[in-house]
């Protein structure tokens, strides 16, 4: 706005500078103009037809006063009758550009020869004098020769109104002050939008991106707009969600890794006296073979429960990623509809309708089958579980992405607690008390970790349950 305002008064001052200039030059060869007309007269020493000549250029409208004074200063002739024979002050106005130094100049140039000034009623006038030169034809005029020395005869001096110069130039000017006001309140207004659509919005991204970089994730960016702004805050609320759920993922495989390291621990020391257990049982048994008693019971009793433990230290121990692992080259979907196969009679007896969404575009992938199929067994016998009353288990595999291959098995069964659903990959975290020792999740998740996978679950209550595992795919896979 301050370049503006600057640009336009310079504009207006140097436009009315001109205009004045070209008033000025006009103002000069209308007064040639005059002067040369009286020129015959003055020869002719005719001062009748002088003065009636200076009294008929002097009552045109824009013409304020014409006269014209000898060397000596004295009005000779004047369109103001009451002026004829005064002595003019070597100071005054009319005088001044000649006379301002101690010696008259001889010669002014065409611009040193007008003057604006303020006549009386307080408008501008143009005075424009014009020197009356000696010449071979005065000095030689046989009524009243000139001595041919004397340069300067007299002066002819013009004074014209500038009122309507005056009046046209502050139009212009209100035109043009008025284009400059309008230029300026657009040029307000579009800064003011560029604020309010663009700055604001920038300056709550730039906000939101300090809260995210200092960890808070929790709070989306609150920018409502359908521009490329708004898209902007949309594609940036996406990252922090993605972040986060990144970040839970880290934390709870973090979580889970140390819980394995553990239950190995733990598993490995069990173990051993379980091995010590189960042996010191079979050769009692071996003793007690034939005989019927309460004894022959009891190690039975503890041969099976001892075994069951010896499953649980197994479970414990895949979780852990302890068991060596066999990968072959294996059809993700040959495994998966092996799985089904296995669970088909189950699933029958549930009433359970099984939806299938396979893309055959999923490469032969190097994986442990038998341990991948324990994952799909687990996840599907959990969605059976769910669903007590039937419902629809639904199998889908597809490329996620280019290198990764992705597995969903969902249900429309109860669903999972919010409460439960940071808990369900924890080893012995079950909600089925007996029927379930709470290991399939805990041992799936090693076992995708072990294969570089990942396992994730979104549940809602009464609506179904969703887990979803995520397989790198190698470009020799592809
Ligand atoms: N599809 C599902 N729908 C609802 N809850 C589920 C589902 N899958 C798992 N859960 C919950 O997660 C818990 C842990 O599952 P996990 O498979 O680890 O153990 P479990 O099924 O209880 O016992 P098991 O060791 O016999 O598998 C379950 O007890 C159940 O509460
Ligand atoms: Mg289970």
């Given at each position: 706005l301050i370049v503006g305002g600057i640009f336009f008064s310079i504009t207006t001052q140097k436009l009315e500078e001109e205009y004045i200039e070209e008033v000025k030059r006009g103002g000069i060869r209308l007064s040639d103009s005059i002067k040369n007309s009286f020129?015959?007269?003055?020869?002719?020493?005719?001062k009748k037809a002088v003065l009636s000549a200076v009294q008929s250029v002097g009552k045109q409208k824009e013409i304020d006063r014409l006269r014209v004074y000898n060397k000596d200063g004295v009005i000779m002739f004047s369109s103001v009758d009451r002026e004829i024979g005064r002595l003019i002050?070597?100071?005054?106005?009319?005088?001044?550009?000649?006379?301002r130094h101690s010696q008259p100049l001889k010669h002014l140039t065409e611009l040193e020869r007008c003057s604006i000034y303020n006549n009386d009623e307080a408008a501008r006038s143009l005075l424009?004098?014009?020197p009356i030169y000696n010449g071979t034809d005065c000095s030689t005029a046989a009524c009243h020769a000139h001595d041919p020395h004397q340069r300067v005869l007299g002066v002819m001096d013009l004074?014209?109104?500038?009122?309507?110069?005056?009046?046209?130039?502050?139009?212009?000017?209100r035109l043009f002050s008025s284009f400059a006001i309008g230029l300026m309140v657009i040029t307000s207004l579009v800064i003011f939008l560029v604020m309010r659509r663009v700055v604001r919005p920038i300056t709550s991204l730039v906000a939101g991106t300090k809260r995210i970089s200092s960890g808070d994730l929790d709070h989306p960016l609150e920018v409502k707009t359908k521009d490329e702004i708004g898209m902007l805050a949309d594609s940036f609320n996406t990252m922090t969600n993605n972040l986060k759920t990144t970040r839970n993922q880290l934390l709870q495989s973090e979580r889970l890794a140390s819980l394995g390291r553990m239950a190995a621990g733990i598993a490995h020391e069990i173990n051993n006296p379980l091995t010590g257990i189960m042996m010191f049982t079979s050769s009692l048994q071996d003793e007690q073979k034939g005989e019927d008693g309460e004894l022959s019971e009891?190690?039975?009793?503890?041969?099976?429960?001892?075994?069951?433990?010896?499953?649980?230290?197994?479970?414990?121990?895949?979780?852990?990623?302890?068991?060596?692992?066999?990968?072959?080259?294996h059809s993700i979907l040959d495994i998966l509809k092996n799985s089904l196969k296995i669970i088909s009679s189950h699933v029958q007896a549930a009433g359970i309708e099984v939806v299938t969404r396979f893309d055959a575009s999923i490469p032969a992938m190097l994986v442990d089958g038998i341990q991948l199929e324990q994952v799909f067994l687990n996840l599907m016998i959990n969605a059976i579980d769910a669903m007590p009353d039937g419902g629809t288990l639904t199998i889908r595999a597809t490329m996620t992405s280019d290198d990764e291959a992705g597995i969903s098995v969902s249900d429309s069964g109860t669903g999972i607690t919010p409460e439960n659903i940071s808990h369900v990959f924890e080893p012995f975290f079950s909600t089925?008390?007996?029927k379930g020792t709470g290991l399939g999740?805990?041992?799936?998740?090693?076992?995708?970790?072990?294969?570089?996978?990942t396992i994730t679950v979104e549940s809602e209550v009464n609506k179904g349950t969703t887990f979803t595992v995520k397989l790198p795919v190698s470009r020799e896979e592809r």
């Open positions: 020129r015959y007269a003055m020869l002719q020493d005719d002050d070597k100071h005054s106005k009319a005088c001044a550009p000649c006379h424009l004098i014009n004074s014209m109104s500038l009122q309507i110069v005056d009046s046209e130039l502050a139009q212009k000017k009891t190690l039975d009793v503890i041969m099976t429960e001892t075994k069951r433990c010896r499953e649980i230290i197994r479970g414990l121990l895949d979780f852990a990623r302890q068991r060596q692992s066999n990968y072959q080259v089925k008390g007996t999740l805990a041992v799936s998740w090693g076992i995708i970790d072990q294969h570089h996978g």
